[in-house]
């Protein structure tokens, strides 16, 4: 089944953590590839310190305002693309940043194995697009650990302990 806008219509931490277990599918040339989702993190809204909208509307980060369903994809330390779906009401800025999928772990490495760019941003997540969401077609039987985001100590301490990363557990 594949994940459409009204998937991603919620609040961010629950869509984090309901994307766990769920296929990331994308398209390269004529074949299609899909991993599981291992990893994810919630960036909820203004008033999360962490996220790129606790500073108000910019430029950059216009497309976490809505609608859900779209991506948010921007690039970090002048080296990588990071892959964020927007969730929640328009005008609510909020997103699930994927940060790892079966094979792949970190942000930055599951956007360059996908060849995923700034050309994906504000798009839909449809198969049209050529990167898509599913879940799996059987019951889902896995764990799903939760725990503070990676590498947002500038959220304060309060911010930076939330606990919104969501990591598929294996054990």
């Excluded at 919620?10 to 590839?33: M, Q």
């Excluded at 970190?106 to 990167?131: E, F, H, M, Q």
């Excluded at 725990?147 to 100590?153: C, E, F, P, Y």
Aim: a positive charge; aromatic letters at 12%.
């Amino acid at each position: 089944m594949v994940l459409d806008s009204k998937f991603f219509d919620r609040c961010a931490e629950k869509v984090a953590y309901d994307l766990i277990g769920s296929r990331l599918n994308w398209r390269s040339g004529d074949k299609s590839y899909s991993r599981i989702i291992t990893e994810t993190e919630a960036y909820t809204g203004p008033d999360d310190l962490a996220s790129h909208a606790a500073k108000g509307r910019t430029k950059r980060n216009e497309p976490m305002f809505g609608p859900p369903g779209i991506f948010y994809v921007y690039f970090v330390y002048g080296a990588h693309w990071m892959l964020n779906i927007v969730t929640g009401p328009v005008e609510f800025p909020a997103a699930v940043l994927i940060r790892g999928i079966a094979g792949i772990q970190g942000p930055g490495r599951v956007t360059k194995a996908l060849s995923i760019n700034g050309n994906l941003n504000r798009k839909l997540v449809t198969k049209k697009t050529g990167v898509w969401f599913s879940k799996p077609s059987g019951p889902m039987k896995h764990k799903v650990s939760r725990s503070s985001r990676v590498g947002i100590a500038y959220a304060g301490p309060i911010g930076s302990m939330r606990p919104y990363r969501f990591t598929l557990d294996l054990k």
